[in-house]
């Protein structure tokens, strides 16, 4: 079992930056690949970025590509999203998610565990 925490949203400006982390409990953390996704009212949840263990692979959604930086800590059972250049298009709650499958997901339903959720708003 495994449980997650998002920390770091908040509002800020268009071409701001923002950085959430995602705090994670059990031992286990090291193996589990990890995830963000977002959801703004109105819309499906959907992929942002995701990591592997070792943060050797690592994949974008083409929307956040070259503004977002998802990197992790296993000493601290902690992953984070570095957010740049934010757009309003940016805004929404985001998730961090947990896969105990070794190869990364894009998909939200191939995640095992899921945090509660960070508000991002940015203004125009």
């Known amino acids: 079992q495994v449980q997650l925490g998002e920390s770091g949203g908040g509002l800020v400006q268009a071409g701001g930056s923002l950085r959430l982390s995602c705090a994670a409990s059990?031992?286990?953390?090291?193996?589990?690949?990890m995830g963000w996704f977002r959801q703004a009212p109105g819309k499906e949840r959907e992929f942002v970025a995701a990591?592997?263990?070792?943060?050797?692979?690592?994949y974008y959604a083409d929307s956040v590509k070259g503004r977002f930086t998802i990197s992790r800590d296993n000493a601290k059972n902690t992953v984070y999203l570095q957010m740049n250049s934010l757009k309003p298009e940016d805004t929404a709650v985001y998730y961090c998610?947990?896969?105990?499958?070794?190869?990364?997901?894009?998909?939200?339903?191939?995640?095992?565990?899921w945090g509660q959720g960070t508000q991002v708003t940015v203004s125009s």
């Open positions: 059990g031992r286990t953390f090291s193996s589990y690949a």
């Open positions: 998610a947990a896969d105990k499958a070794t190869v990364v997901h894009t998909t939200s339903r191939r995640y095992d565990y």
């Open positions: 990591i592997n263990w070792s943060g050797g692979n690592i």
